[in-house]
Each structure stands twice: as structure tokens, then as C-alpha cells.
């Protein structure tokens, strides 16, 4: 069975850090271009940051350019999300997708195959 599993998400000061993580199982995520989004209340569904299954091209929103770092560890089938300057704005669920594409070069928004369940971002003081 095919999973993404989010953590790592919390409650933190304005200008705090966070890293999510996001397991797969089921498959090797190496082959697989991901993307981060993230949804908050009342809004339409974001994309964040992606990254291709070769790992050389990124993509970031304009509202985390700079701030957000999308990484990935295909030996522990792990992606990452480093998120610092948190804003109050960031709040929102985030998710983690995958995308089974031949172009290893590939990065965009999707739409994607497989999706986790989401963990919690709230910035708050």
C-alpha cells in the first residue's frame, strides 16, 4: 500500500523554525518528483515547493522563497521541509504529495498522484 506519512508540524513563535518530514512506504520515493502544499482555513489549496525525482531543480511560492527549503533523502525514503522566519501566515495544514513522471527533470504543481493526511502548522505568539 501506497503511503505518505507528514510530521513534524506544531506550534511556534513568529520567526521560529520547523522541518516536516514526509515517509513514504510502499514505494521508492527516488522516482517520484514531490511537492509540499498547504491549506489554512477558508483558503484555496497552496502549492509550497517541489522538487524533481533527480533532486536538481526546485520550485518555491513566492511567499517562501527564501525561507522554506525543500530537501529529500532517498535512502530513508524521507522528504523534508525546513521552514524558517515562520510567519503568522503559514499557518496551515501541510501536506506532501508524489508524482510518478519519466522526466527525472520534472517540477511542478501537479496535479499529483499520492497524498499524505496532512500535519499542522499553526504560528502563533
Known amino acids: 500500500q501506497l503511503q505518505l506519512v507528514e510530521s513534524g508540524g506544531g506550534l511556534v513563535q513568529p520567526g521560529g523554525s520547523l522541518r516536516l518530514s514526509c515517509a513514504a512506504s510502499g514505494f521508492t520515493l527516488a522516482y517520484y518528483a514531490i511537492g509540499w502544499f498547504r491549506q489554512a482555513p477558508g483558503k484555496e489549496r497552496e502549492g509550497v515547493s517541489c522538487m524533481s525525482s533527480s533532486g536538481g531543480r526546485t520550485n518555491y511560492s513566492d511567499s517562501v522563497k527564501g525561507r522554506f527549503t525543500i530537501s529529500r533523502d532517498n535512502a530513508k525514503n524521507t522528504v523534508y521541509l525546513q521552514m524558517n522566519s515562520l510567519k503568522p501566515e503559514d499557518t496551515a495544514v501541510y501536506y506532501c504529495?508524489?508524482?510518478?513522471?519519466?522526466?527525472?527533470?520534472?517540477?511542478?504543481?501537479?496535479?499529483?498522484?499520492?497524498w499524505g493526511q496532512g500535519t499542522q502548522v499553526t504560528v502563533s505568539s
Open positions: 504529495e508524489a508524482l510518478a513522471i519519466i522526466d527525472s527533470d520534472y517540477v511542478g504543481w501537479g496535479p499529483y498522484d499520492h
